[in-house]
């Protein structure tokens, strides 16, 4: 079975502070994993997916995250905080095991602080 | 590509109702997926399909149906609506096994 934990539900930061989800999953096969954000009345939109090669994944508007195998983990960061980047984040985790289809995190709504 | 649409964007349905959420997309994907959002408990998987002809249960599929006549169209049926279902629906799609999910923008469902 596969599984994602995401840290905190909500996040606060200061514009132009470090930005820090975090995301564990849990699966027995190699997994692919993904981070989506989701504007207030939009629908989900990819930020950036790590399935082979290179841990350090960059994503759109800066964002990045690292596959850490030994942690389970698929930590998303972005150096210095927007305020256009308020919004709700989503880890997903898709696996064989799975059938390859993607469970989602509950989510972590990110508040940027003037 | 208009890439992945879904009708109505709003809806307001008596208890008892029934309804047909749409959701069509033109990229020639196989893998579809309907998935429902309520407040702080992320994305529920309803139905998938794997192509036309072929649908799976996901994790929360009683009260719901789906159907796939063609690779474009997977609509989501409601059968006697009830107050548990109201939530936002999202309709999905993706080529192959490490693509990421398309999104369409959602259909905000209010049952009263």
């Known amino acids: 079975a596969q599984s994602v934990t995401q840290l905190g539900s909500h996040v606060s930061v200061s514009e132009g502070a470090l930005v820090l989800l975090r995301c564990n999953y849990s699966s027995s096969v190699p997994p692919y994993l993904f981070w989506y954000v989701q504007y207030p009345n939009q629908g989900l939109q990819l930020l950036l997916k790590?399935?082979?090669?290179?841990?350090l994944v960059k994503g759109i508007n800066g964002f990045e995250a690292e596959f850490k195998k030994s942690e389970t983990s698929f930590h998303l960061t972005k150096p210095s905080a927007h305020m256009s980047d308020a919004a709700e984040y989503f880890c997903a985790v898709s696996t064989s095991g799975g059938s390859y289809i993607p469970t989602f995190g509950r989510g972590t709504s990110l508040i940027v602080h003037p | 590509n208009a890439g992945v649409t879904q009708t109505p964007k709003f809806h307001i349905l008596k208890i008892g109702q029934s309804m047909t959420l749409q959701c069509t997309q033109d990229m020639n994907h196989n893998y579809m997926y309907w998935y429902r959002q309520d407040p702080g408990m992320g994305l529920k998987l309803i139905y998938y399909s794997v192509g036309a002809g072929i649908t799976d249960k996901g994790e929360v599929p009683n009260g719901y149906n789906v159907s796939r006549s063609t690779t474009e169209d997977f609509p989501l049926r409601l059968e006697l609506a009830a107050p548990s279902q109201t939530s936002v629906y999202f309709c999905?799609?993706?080529?192959?096994?490490?693509?990421?999910?398309?999104f369409g923008p959602g259909t905000r469902l209010t049952v009263l």
């Open positions: 790590y399935t082979t090669g290179a841990t």
């Open positions: 999905a799609s993706r080529g192959g096994r490490p693509d990421n999910l398309l």
